[in-house]
């Protein structure tokens, strides 16, 4: 784990390069193709207990240093907020969203991000973004949802502290000690938590401008997803750090994992119930179901991905 690892420019796009010729699928649906049935089948025998833990935030609506367009929810029906007291009525509600904020879970689309004009595969951003929406690589993509066996590497518990300091990066090696310390190993067509503790630092400390700092993995990280041919990657921040660990790209890790490897991104989920129960049973791999809402053109999604144990 380290402050301050920055690449520079020309390294950086030998980096993107080189992850780019490793991405194991398509343009289509890109690393999800390493999920097939005998990984899903793999995972389900993952559960034990049959308990269900939320890997969501609960959703934010009040302005904060890190969310000045918070989610808007208000109550919609009864008109005045007042009931009547006879017949029949219905309690209706109305929620407006950004999706890639800096509080609220969410998944990323491959259409997400652009980087020197087009999407992931080199489909040109131009010809598939549009202000009717994604005509190429939507979150509609997953519309019959993300099923496979999760994997939480916690890297505070590594380090002995309850979360990583903003600007801290997880390195290649942190990932693979904290595999070695709980036991586990990842494997193709997983699905890769890494907790960096950014929820729990945010819940008892008080909201800051993530803008400026915040943890997250180093590019050079994304190696290591590469060789184990990760599926899907989330953590309890956004992936990437700040200040940005690469001279002349703001989200360098978000560049590599959709746009060169074609994962799917899911920024902002909660582990500070999942861990404890990981930590105790000395399990740290669990079926793992994700379903993003069903918005055909879209970059991404509110989400709530559950861990089945």
Same mark, same amino acid.
Not at 14 to 24: E, F, K
Not at 181 to 186: S, T
Not at 277 to 306: E, H, K, Q, Y
């Given at each position: 784990?380290?402050?301050?690892?920055?690449?520079?420019?020309?390294?950086?796009?030998?980096?993107?390069?080189?992850?780019?010729?490793?991405? !194991?699928?398509?343009?289509?649906?890109?690393?999800?193709?390493?999920?097939?049935?005998?990984?899903?089948?793999?995972?389900?025998?993952?559960?034990?207990?049959? #308990?269900?833990?939320?890997?969501?935030?609960?959703?934010?609506?009040?302005?904060?240093?890190?969310?000045?367009?918070?989610?808007?929810?208000?109550?919609?029906?009864?008109?005045?907020?007042? !009931?009547?007291?006879?017949?029949?009525?219905?309690?209706?509600?109305?929620?407006?969203?950004?999706?890639?904020?800096?509080?609220?879970?969410?998944?990323?689309?491959? =259409?997400?991000?652009?980087?020197?004009?087009?999407?992931?595969?080199?489909?040109?951003?131009?010809?598939?973004?549009?202000?009717?929406?994604?005509?190429?690589?939507?979150?509609?993509? $997953? #519309?019959?949802?993300?099923?496979?066996?999760?994997?939480?590497?916690?890297?505070?518990?590594?380090?002995?502290?309850? @979360?990583?300091?903003?600007?801290?990066?997880?390195?290649?090696?942190?990932?693979?000690?904290?595999?070695?310390?709980?036991? $586990?190993?990842?494997?193709?067509?997983?699905?890769?938590?890494?907790? $960096?503790?950014?929820?729990?630092?945010?819940?008892?400390?008080?909201? @800051?401008?993530?803008?400026?700092?915040?943890?997250?993995?180093?590019?050079?990280?994304?190696?290591?997803?590469?060789?184990?041919? $990760?599926?899907?990657?989330?953590?309890?921040?956004?992936?990437?750090?700040?200040?940005?660990?690469?001279?002349?790209?703001?989200? !360098?890790?978000?560049?590599?994992?959709?746009?060169?490897?074609?994962?799917?991104?899911?920024?902002?989920?909660?582990?500070?119930?999942?861990?404890?129960? =990981?930590? #105790?049973?000395?399990? @740290?791999?669990?079926? =793992?179901?994700?379903?993003?809402? #069903?918005?055909?053109?879209?970059?991404?999604?509110?989400?709530?991905?559950?861990?089945?144990?």
């Amino acid at each position: 784990m380290r402050t301050s690892d920055e690449l520079s420019e020309a390294d950086f796009r030998s980096l993107y390069r080189h992850l780019r010729g490793t991405a !194991p699928g398509g343009a289509r649906r890109g690393a999800l193709d390493t999920i097939g049935e005998e990984q899903v089948l793999a995972a389900v025998r993952e559960v034990r207990s049959g #308990r269900t833990v939320s890997l969501a935030a609960p959703v934010n609506t009040r302005t904060a240093p890190d969310d000045a367009e918070p989610a808007e929810h208000r109550l919609t029906a009864p008109a005045d907020g007042e !009931p009547g007291s006879t017949g029949l009525e219905f309690a209706r509600d109305r929620i407006a969203m950004n999706i890639h904020g800096d509080v609220n879970s969410h998944i990323d689309a491959l =259409c997400h991000v652009i980087y020197d004009g087009t999407l992931h595969g080199g489909i040109p951003a131009a010809d598939a973004l549009s202000p009717d929406g994604a005509s190429a690589l939507p979150i509609d993509l $997953v #519309r019959d949802g993300i099923v496979g066996r999760g994997v939480l590497l916690d890297i505070p518990r590594l380090h002995g502290v309850p @979360w990583l300091e903003p600007g801290s990066q997880v390195m290649a090696e942190d990932l693979a000690a904290a595999e070695a310390g709980q036991g $586990v190993r990842v494997g193709r067509g997983d699905i890769l938590l890494v907790r $960096v503790g950014h929820r729990r630092r945010r819940e008892e400390l008080g909201a @800051w401008d993530t803008a400026d700092a915040r943890a997250g993995l180093h590019p050079t990280a994304m190696e290591f997803l590469a060789e184990r041919e $990760v599926a899907v990657l989330g953590s309890d921040g956004n992936n990437d750090t700040a200040p940005s660990a690469a001279q002349g790209v703001a989200f !360098p890790v978000h560049v590599l994992a959709i746009h060169a490897m074609g994962l799917h991104l899911l920024d902002y989920l909660r582990f500070e119930d999942l861990a404890p129960i =990981c930590a #105790r049973d000395g399990r @740290w791999s669990f079926l =793992c179901v994700i379903a993003p809402l #069903r918005l055909p053109a879209a970059t991404g999604s509110p989400v709530n991905p559950l861990a089945i144990l």
